[in-house]
């Protein structure tokens, strides 16, 4: 008997269920036809050696969250969600479908190179069909507004979801929340003043309009108004004045 070996490495990238096979055929002089070796651990002869190759795919999904209008995150916001995709294992990932299921909070849903289904409020890519693992890491992202109704501590979470052909079949990301605080927003409000120009000696009405742009009801809003030196006789109408400071003070309820 004469033994001889061979040696080899397998690739590190090969689909998944994959056997490998291998026969051995000799021939010489004294042979009539080519012989060719059998696999003693099958029944027969003449067996062909193979054996079942280990693979699989390694996906990982990685969710995160900006709010476009920065912040704390309140009714009315726009949030872009974004999905990244990476295969970390050794066989390809195919027929990926990668999936995202909406809160009721969130409305307006625009998603790039994906659909959306209203009725199950799910969102929904094909873009990315087969994910190998020389393959860079594919984010896709999807906006939504949160619903300007959304009561304050509103706790909004979400979490995406892909199906693929191998084993382990599908994977889940990690869940990203927020919670709803909303604020009331006085930046809109404004201070006039009676005239472009006004000469010495005339009087001077300052005309501050309050307005609350926010989602949140304001209360007991406290203002106050530093006036010029160059002032007297000064009378705030349904408020205060300090002369000491020169300060106009006005409160309103809400």
């Known amino acids: 008997e004469i033994v001889r070996t061979v040696t080899g490495t397998l690739d590190e990238l090969i689909p998944q269920g ?70 970390s294992g050794n066989a390809p990932a195919s027929k990926i479908v990668l999936t995202d299921v909406v809160q009721k909070d969130l409305i307006n849903v625009q998603v790039t190179n994906g659909a959306y289904d209203g009725a199950s409020k799910t969102v929904t ?38 199906t693929f052909t191998e084993t382990p079949n599908s994977v889940a990301s990690n869940t990203v929340s927020f919670e709803i605080q909303n604020l009331p927003d006085f930046a809109a409000s404004t201070k006039l003043v009676s005239g472009a120009t006004i000469p010495a000696g005339d009087s001077v009405t300052f005309t501050i309009s309050v307005q609350n742009t926010g989602n949140l009801v304001g209360t007991e809003v406290v203002i106050t108004d530093v006036l010029p030196k160059e002032l007297s006789d000064i009378k705030v109408a349904g408020g205060t004045y300090n002369s000491g400071t020169k300060t106009a003070t006005l409160t309103v309820a809400s």
Do not use: C, H, Y
């Open 18 to 87: 994959k056997v490998f096979q291998s026969q051995v055929k000799l021939s010489g002089d004294g042979l009539s036809t080519e012989l060719l070796s059998d696999d003693p651990d099958k029944s027969g002869s003449g067996d062909v050696t193979e054996f079942p190759i280990t693979s699989a795919p390694i996906m990982t999904l990685t969710k995160a969250f900006v709010d476009l209008n920065g912040g704390v995150v309140q009714g009315g916001d726009i949030i872009e969600f974004r999905v990244s995709a990476k295969n």
């Open 125 to 162: 890519w094909n873009a990315i069909s087969d994910l190998v693992p020389t393959d860079p890491l594919v984010t896709l992202t999807f906006r939504a507004t949160v619903d300007p109704k959304t009561a304050t501590k509103t706790k909004i979470s979400n979490q995406a979801g892909a």
